[in-house]
C-alpha cells in the first residue's frame, strides 16, 4: 500500500503496542502517514513486520524515549506532522503501585513535552489515550462522559485522571491545540491477518490473553476472581471493545478535530461497545466461536476489582459518527488465531 507525498502525518507514541500498531493500520487505510515513536520498553520490534506485512510497505518509526526532549523535537521538526495520537505509557497496574515515581516521571512528562512541542511546530490536533479507569466502580451503569471520576485504584490510573486534566488546564489557558481524550474499555481482539496483537509481557494482567493462554496450554488453568458478585452469573462484568474498532475510533477523532473551527478544544468521549459481558460469558463465548475448551476455576475476589462496568457510546456515536462494529465472538476469534500464531513462532 503506498501513499501519497501529501498525506498528513501523524506521530503516533507507542505505536508498536498494541493499539498503537492497530491504529497505525486504520491510519494508513484512512489516508494518513503514520510516524512511530516508540522505545520498545512495553513493545516487540515484530510488530514493525506485521505492519509491514499487512500494510506492504514500511512505516517510518523512531527508536526514541518520549521524555526525550531533544530527540522528540527533532522528530517534529524534521517529520512536521499535522496531528498527534499518544498512547505512549507505562500501563501495568500492579508495578504502578510498586513504583508509582517511574509512572508519574514516565506518563505524565511525556504529557506535558508534547503540549510544549505541539504549538511550536503548530500541530493542532491531539488524541489523548485515557481510560475508563477514571470512573472506578461507579454507581449508576452505563457510565457517560459526564458520570464523577472517582479516586483512582492505582498510580496508573491516577496518570490517566491527572493527564486528562493537564489537557484541560493547558486548552483553558488558550494554547492553540485541539483534544480528545478517548476513554477506553476494555480492548481486545487482534488484526484478523494475525500479523498483529497483544504481546503482554510476563503473566497477562488482562482476561482474554490469559484465556488465549490457557487454551493454548501455555497456562495450566485460568482463575476467574469470585462468582458472588451482584451480576447475572456473578462474575465481574466489562465491555470488551475490538481493537480494531477502537484503531478506527482515533481516526474518527483525528478527522473530526481537523474539521472543527476552534483553535483550542477540549472533550473526553467513551470508547466501548456499550454492551457488559461477565466473566464467564466470555469464556463461554471464546469457547463457541473457537471450538476449544479453557481450564478454569473459580478463586476468591481480586482486591481493587470493579464489579461492573460499562459505557454508553451515543456520544461517540453523535459526535464521532463511529460505533463499534465487531461481535465478541469475532473478536475472540483473531485473539485465538493471534495466539496460534504465536505458539507456532516459539
Request: with cysteine.
Amino acid at each position: 500500500m503506498t501513499l501519497s507525498g501529501n498525506s498528513p502525518k501523524i506521530l503516533v507514541t507507542g505505536g508498536a503496542g498494541f493499539i498503537g500498531s492497530h491504529t497505525v493500520v486504520s491510519l494508513v487505510n484512512a489516508g494518513f502517514e503514520p510516524v512511530i515513536v516508540d522505545d520498545f520498553s512495553n513493545s516487540e520490534r515484530s510488530a514493525l513486520d506485521g505492519l509491514r506485512t499487512i500494510l506492504g510497505r514500511e512505516v517510518t518509526c523512531y527508536p526514541v524515549n518520549c521524555n526525550d526532549a531533544s530527540a522528540l523535537e527533532d522528530i517534529f521538526r524534521k517529520e512536521r506532522p499535522t496531528g498527534v495520537i499518544h498512547f505512549a505509557a507505562y500501563k501495568a497496574v500492579g508495578e504502578s503501585v510498586a513504583q508509582p515515581l517511574k509512572y508519574y516521571r514516565n506518563n505524565l512528562d511525556s504529557l506535558l513535552l508534547l503540549l510544549e512541542l505541539m504549538p511550536v511546530y503548530n500541530i493542532a490536533n491531539f488524541v489523548f489515550s485515557s481510560s475508563c479507569t477514571v470512573y472506578g466502580q461507579p454507581e449508576q451503569l452505563p457510565v457517560t462522559e459526564e458520570t464523577p471520576r472517582l479516586p483512582a485504584q492505582s498510580p496508573y490510573g491516577n496518570t490517566k485522571a491527572i493527564g486528562e486534566d493537564i489537557i484541560r488546564d493547558a486548552v483553558h489557558a488558550k494554547i492553540p491545540v485541539k483534544a480528545l481524550a478517548l476513554r477506553y474499555f476494555n480492548p481486545i481482539g487482534a488484526h484478523p491477518s494475525a500479523e498483529i496483537g497483544e504481546l503482554p509481557l510476563g503473566v497477562p494482567a488482562n482476561l482474554v490473553p490469559f484465556i488465549t493462554q490457557t487454551a493454548a496450554g501455555i497456562r495450566s488453568s485460568l482463575t476467574v476472581y469470585g462468582d458472588d458478585y451482584n451480576t447475572p452469573d456473578g462474575t465481574c462484568v466489562r465491555d470488551y471493545i475490538d481493537v480494531m474498532d477502537l484503531a478506527d475510533a482515533h481516526v474518527q477523532a483525528l478527522k473530526k478535530l481537523s474539521e472543527a473551527q476552534d483553535t483550542s478544544s477540549y472533550d473526553v468521549i467513551n470508547i466501548g461497545t456499550g454492551r457488559g459481558e461477565t466473566v464467564l460469558n466470555v469464556i463461554k463465548t471464546f469457547e463457541q466461536a473457537t471450538g476449544v475448551n479453557v481450564n478454569y476455576s473459580v478463586g476468591p475476589r481480586r482486591a481493587g476489582d470493579v464489579e461492573q462496568v460499562y459505557a454508553d457510546v451515543s456520544k461517540a456515536n453523535r459526535v464521532l459518527e463511529w460505533e463499534a462494529k465487531r461481535s465478541l465472538a469475532e473478536s475472540l476469534r483473531d485473539a485465538w488465531q493471534w495466539q496460534q500464531k504465536l505458539s507456532v513462532k516459539q
